[in-house]
């Protein structure tokens, strides 16, 4: 699995405020949500982002909120992958629960810029900025959570007997 | 090695002798949280995935407390979705408008949740219950969608910061100032993935709106949990009240800490947090020159008795400054009750307030107080976002109830000062 694309770079305590203002969260439609992705930090986001772009971002992504309609809408955008130098805990489990690609990778995230052009090796790890001909390791995710990802997401990893 | 606090609950929920932080477990759930924003989009994950029914019709709890009574015609249909989702499967807690609080005052004061509980809510301030000594973290709607359908959680042990709290808190302060200076001190991140324990003998002096107030902005210093011990103060406030008996836990006396903190209550000060992040902490005192447009007191951190009442000690026979717009929503039924019982609703009113049904409304920029372009508000939410309450060119400064209903009397912030 790969994602590969340009980048749009944040700064540091991204948060779901930002990604997805409450104002808008009286739908749970991902699609209609989508169109107000990022609006109060970057309202050229939704109208600049391709499939398989990368977003990259500081410390702390995703911090504030528990709504799942961050990760979400992140997802719908077409955004490929999010690679920052730490996560918020609820966004990274949001993250792996709906299947939308996260890495934490310090010297990536920082040398990394908006418009370069990145690709990502899920099944590898390695990041690579072909802007300037770098890669990067990210660490791997533990085995258990891998499962899920491989599975499809959190429900989708449930055994079936519960069902 | 001994353990936490948090990791003995854990341990015994996941039914091991031992966890160690960073170990990945399976534990059994005691309570499962939703509300209106967060439910709906847990339930379509519910039943696209094949589930039928749920684990336990009475370890779910859902509030309708976001944007009820409804705003608007996409929320009502959020409400309804998680109103006939709670029919259908008959779910024992299930809190509409006329029943409804703010969850995280109402699960405590309804007794729905208890000390030595393991509790998931699809909603981050969901870690106020460790004020009962009970392990609380919030959650997405995927993770309440599972809990729902299997009553198990998976979970990363967290490590620990351990605050010491000794002293007692200035007249003038509460367990606000208390939390927005350790946020102040340790950062938005400062306490990521893991878990805030607050021990030591200043623990005795904080009452159990101050606890929840503390445990309830664990997650804004990017906490998992935050959890209080069990002691006389938490056995008087659970007695009679909760559904199911209380368990106790303690901490290891050889347990290990990631660091220890030590806080001095006696030192705190009214404290605020400028825009746009919770660590940006200032003495009130230091802000006189900042004039405010609206200030709102409530919210799931400060809605509930004790905020009621700072407010009134506050307001009561003064007046709003002109050109300023006072909101005060008091957290949960019983709450406005009393508070209408006691006078309170009658002295905010003279004073020129608006006092408003349970909601989390303005604290999130849903509706009732949305602030325009330019504007600044006080207020006793937990987050001070960019458009966190409306505009993103307005400003909100999160305070204690004490200061933020002193400086609706002057029209800039300004700490309370008894005369």
Same mark, same amino acid.
């Given at each position: 699995m790969k994602a590969e694309g340009k980048v749009f770079k944040y700064g540091d305590n991204v948060d779901t405020d930002v990604i997805i203002p409450a104002r808008y969260l009286n739908t749970s439609d991902a699609k209609e949500l989508s169109t107000h992705c990022m609006e109060d930090i970057d309202a050229e986001f939704v109208n600049k982002v391709s499939k398989g772009d990368i977003m990259v971002a500081g410390w702390n992504f995703g911090c504030g909120s528990s709504r799942e309609h961050a990760p979400l809408v992140i997802k719908e955008s077409g955004i490929g992958c999010v690679i920052a130098k730490s996560f918020a805990r609820i966004f990274y489990r949001n993250a792996i629960n709906i299947g939308l690609a996260i890495l934490e990778c310090e010297e990536a995230a920082e040398e990394i810029k908006t418009g370069d052009k990145v690709s990502v090796d899920f099944n590898t790890g390695v990041i690579t900025n072909h802007t300037i001909c770098k890669s990067y390791k990210a660490g791997a995710f533990p085995e258990f959570i891998q499962n899920i990802i491989k599975k499809g997401g959190l429900l989708a990893s449930i055994d079936a007997g519960t069902r | 090695m001994g353990m936490t606090l948090t990791q003995k609950i854990l341990a015994s929920h996941a039914g091991l002798e031992k966890v160690t932080a960073g170990e990945l477990i399976n534990a059994k759930l005691d309570i499962v949280l939703g509300n209106d924003i967060t439910t709906p989009v847990a339930i379509n994950e519910f039943e696209k995935n094949g589930f039928k029914e749920v684990f336990d019709k009475d370890k779910i709890a859902i509030v309708l407390d976001h944007f009820v009574p409804n705003k608007d015609i996409k929320a009502a249909e959020q409400s309804k979705k998680c109103r006939e989702f709670s029919c259908r499967n008959c779910i024992s807690h299930f809190y509409d408008v006329g029943k409804m609080g703010i969850e995280h005052a109402l699960l405590p004061e309804q007794g729905v949740v208890t000390a030595g509980d393991l509790i998931i809510g699809a909603d981050s301030h969901t870690c106020t219950y460790g004020a009962l000594g009970a392990f609380s973290t919030g959650v997405g709607s995927t993770d309440m969608a599972a809990g729902m359908a299997t009553g198990y959680g998976w979970f990363k042990v967290p490590s620990a910061i351990k605050f010491n709290l000794s002293g007692k808190l200035p007249q003038n302060t509460s367990g606000k100032d208390v939390i927005l200076t350790i946020i102040g001190k340790i950062g938005v991140d400062g306490a990521l993935y893991k878990s805030m324990e607050f021990f030591g003998d200043g623990i005795k002096n904080l009452s159990m709106d101050d606890r929840l107030c503390i445990c309830n902005m664990a997650i804004e210093a990017g906490a998992k949990n935050g959890i209080f011990p069990v002691d006389d103060i938490t056995l008087e406030y659970m007695k009679g009240r909760t559904e199911r008996p209380p368990v106790i836990y303690e901490a290891d006396d050889d347990a290990i800490y990631d660091e220890i903190i030590d806080i001095d209550l006696s030192k705190i000060t009214p404290t605020v947090s400028c825009p746009h992040l919770p660590e940006n902490t200032k003495d009130a005192d230091e802000l006189n020159s900042i004039k405010i447009d609206q200030v709102v007191i409530g919210s799931c951190t400060n809605g509930r008795m004790e905020d009621m009442e700072a407010a009134y000690k506050v307001l009561s026979g003064k007046k709003i400054a002109d050109g300023v717009r006072c909101i005060i929503i008091p957290a949960t039924m019983d709450i406005y009750r009393e508070c209408i019982e006691r006078g309170y609703v009658t002295a905010f009113i003279d004073a020129g307030v608006v006092v408003s049904t349970p909601t989390c409304g303005p604290c999130l920029g849903g509706y009732m107080g949305i602030l325009a372009e330019g504007e600044r508000c006080i207020a006793t939410t937990n987050r001070n976002f960019v =458009?966190?309450? =409306?505009?993103?060119?307005s400003e909100v400064y999160l305070s204690s109830p004490l200061t933020a209903a002193a400086s609706a009397v002057k029209g800039y912030i300004t700490s309370f000062k008894s005369e």
């Open positions: - | =458009g966190r309450m =409306g505009h993103p060119k």
